[in-house]
């Protein structure tokens, strides 16, 4: 059940807000480009050092999307991160995917982008 794995209701409510702002329930392309059955894997891949944060929200986002997705995190909020280092993994239905990758994406970028930066200020 959702209940399971979700985070605190206004939080999760800034995701469904975020869903309906981005259509993710009406992706034409995908629905067009990319078969319904169509399973694979995306990668959460760090592009810079810093340190990771949101990574609940965006464990949440996919999963109120499509809860049959599996997400596997490699890394915990406040762990540091290097160029090129996997911090998590999204396998599953390739519609579901991309459907939620972009809010997914939004909320853990910004996230970790404040981390980051607080921890220059307080080192």
């Known amino acids: 059940m959702i209940n399971n794995f979700l985070i605190d209701p206004d939080a999760r409510h800034l ?18 480009l990319i078969p319904a059955s169509l399973t694979g894997q995306a990668l959460l891949q760090a592009k810079a050092a810093g340190v990771v944060a949101g990574l609940a929200v965006f464990r949440t986002t ?23 280092d996997v911090v998590a993994t999204v396998t599953g239905n390739m519609r579901s995917i991309l ?12 996230l970790s982008g404040v981390a980051t930066l607080t921890a220059r200020y307080v080192s």
């Open 99 to 110: 459907a939620a990758e972009r809010v997914a994406l939004i909320f853990v970028c910004h």
């Open 15 to 32: 995701i469904y807000l975020a869903f309906a702002e981005d259509g993710v329930r009406n992706d034409v392309t995908s629905q067009a």
């Open 62 to 84: 996919f999963l109120l999307l499509d809860s049959s997705l599996v997400i596997e995190l490699k890394f915990g909020d406040g762990d540091i991160v290097k160029p090129g």
